[in-house]
């Protein structure tokens, strides 16, 4: 009984391999982005291209001829796109501190979308309900989910091109996150800041409407705009009315919305607070995060194509040097920081591959202490009912095909033992009949995976508080280790550890039943785990031993889980 199955672990690696990477994962294409229109079928959203050009010459047409129309050109001329309001500066070129936040802004973006665009391709669909069920998804840039009943999320996962996705692998969502909720937490830092200074600074009234004038005014430039008749530049004080909402939706709601949705996927925080995430199911907020992106992509090409075509030189002196003459100051400035910006961009994906512990640590450094804060979030039970399961629960992992799994599952499991010992006071061996004799437990949850997808199920099984209180850890015991009857990828069996005192939260399980029925291979059987402050990576399955530790420093490769070890996730991922 004191034997443990460390022996049988793997440690992984410093460096990315991309020939070996996540058991030599081969590369994947997905498809052309795909909308659902109506049950079943699909539009290419390529096709965009060629209607939008169409649409585009359509409109220009229709505002020259509304240009010509006499009631037209006194709406413009009474409504020339600029309203003046108290402070607005015209003339008055932007403080310097904007400029050295929009270059700043500028460099965490490209990372944090890179890293976004990773993360999408894990689980390349998205959906407006809570559930994951294929052909349900509205959005997808992969073909559909063959038949197969064994396919799994990590099949579905697509390939990004090196220098596309951060860091370009596929499957490498670890370190994607690392990345992207590192960066995210400078990107909103740098946002706090830029809120307190314009609204110290009055500098608010450039980009917040102030006037119902607006609309009218914003109508009148969509018109000139489109009649190739611009309206006339008014120096890079204040902004025409379409501008201002352009600025107005970027900064006020698209920014805070990006925030929103991103906490809206975190499983600690949909768990613990019920009424947020009735309305704003981790699938909503996912779908809503990528029209934020969206957003900013459609942002930026528009806002860099009218910089460059309404008078480079006075837009770059009014945004990065502070002037309002047509220098070549602020140009040069603005070509030092595309050398930093695209430096940066070209160095993150081999930067990450040779230093993938060094993106691990410091992305770490970075989230942890709000992973830390969030993961000690305990949730309570009946958040959902039975008409809430999920009619399609995805499979995931690498399935169990040892000769020891194979024979148990041929036979039914009776000669399953689970093994729990360490610093216990009362190792024992259980069988499932010893288990199932145990205080049941069930509870109807919520499965976060890290790709993106979910699930509701009804678990069926133990409280790990029923095992506590049967083997009795000892005060040295901080964490527990969960071991699996299945390999990793890159070989050795399955592992997690978990925080001992998550162990006694309500929603921390030991489970043989899914759905009222015996949990199927795919699931996990016979035993797997569920802890509802976690995501899905960490809830190991077909469970063979447990055992409780002090620390994991000296198990597999010291980090706290095989997709630590060999793929750079966190062992803290309530985030």
Known sequence: MSSSFRSQLSRGEDEVDAATWAGSVPVAHGIAPRVRVGRSRWFNLLWLLPIGFVALIVAVAVAKGLRNASSVQRFIQHNPGVVETGGSGRGAALPIWVGVQHFF??????FIVRSGLQILTDHPRLYWTRHSTPGK???RV??????DPLWTAKKDSISLPGQVGLPGLRHSIGLARWWHLGVDVLWLLNGVAFYVLLFTTGE????VPTSWSVIPNAVSVLIQYLSLNWPAETGGGAYNSLQLFAYFITIFIAAPLAF????????ALS???RRISKVLSIQTARSLHFLVLVWFLLFIVIHVALVFTTGLLHNLNHVYAGRTDGSWVGFWIFAATMVVVVAGWVAATPLTLRHPRVVQRVGFALI??????FEHLDAAPGQYSERDISPYFWHNGQYPDSPEYTEMLAGDFVDYRLRINGLVEHPVELDLVQLRALPPHEQITQHFCIQGWSGIAKWGGVSMQTIIDLVRPSAEARWVVFYSLGDGPDGGIYYDVHPIEQMSYQLTMLVYDMNSEPLSFGHGAPLRLRNEVQLGFKQVKWIKGIEFVAHYAEIGGGYGGYNQDHEFFGYRQSI
């Open 271 to 273: 768990t613990r607070f």
């Open 142 to 147: 992969q073909k559909p989910v063959p038949a």
């Open 204 to 207: 608010w009234r450039r980009v």
């Open 260 to 267: 929103i949705t991103g906490l809206g996927m975190s499983p």
């Open 105 to 110: 802004n500028l460099f965490l973006l490209i």
């Open 137 to 139: 998804d509205w959005f």
């Open 368 to 373: 942890g202490p709000a992973q830390r804060l």
